[in-house]
């Protein structure tokens, strides 16, 4: 099986930054796309950024700027860099990944979140 952890979530005020880490593990042959997306109480899930196996990046208007996505393949590794964050911004950030396992099967795998709270 494949797993995704999250970490590097909290407490920031307005204007400052954090750096998301997701992390793959399990029966892993090769990672596709990593992507973020993140969902605030009441309101839907929202796309937020992605970056492709070769490095290719998408990020959403509202993030476009501010935002960084990398990943690091030797880790299973994706981050999110985000600056200038505002409270609009606050939500739970949920790492996804499209993963090739060991046995050469493709499946799309979310992580559990780690919450963003941008507050004064």
């Known amino acids: 099986q494949v797993q995704l952890v999250e970490s590097g979530g909290g407490l920031v005020q307005p204007g400052g930054s954090l750096r998301l880490s997701c992390a793959a593990s399990?029966?892993?042959?090769?990672?596709?796309?990593m992507s973020w997306y993140r969902q605030a109480p009441g309101k839907q899930r929202e796309f937020v950024a992605a970056?492709?196996?070769?490095?290719?990046?998408n990020y959403a208007d509202s993030v476009k700027g501010r935002f960084t996505i990398s990943r690091d393949n030797a880790k299973n590794t994706v981050y999110l860099q985000m600056n200038s964050l505002r409270p609009e911004d606050t939500a739970v950030y949920l790492c996804?990944?499209?993963?090739?396992?060991?046995?050469?099967?493709?499946?799309?795998?979310w992580g559990r979140g780690t919450q963003v709270t941008v507050s004064s």
């Open positions: 970056i492709s196996s070769g490095g290719s990046t």
């Open positions: 996804n990944s499209i993963v090739t396992s060991t046995g050469r099967s493709t499946s799309d795998y």
């Open positions: 399990g029966s892993i042959f090769s990672i596709n796309a």
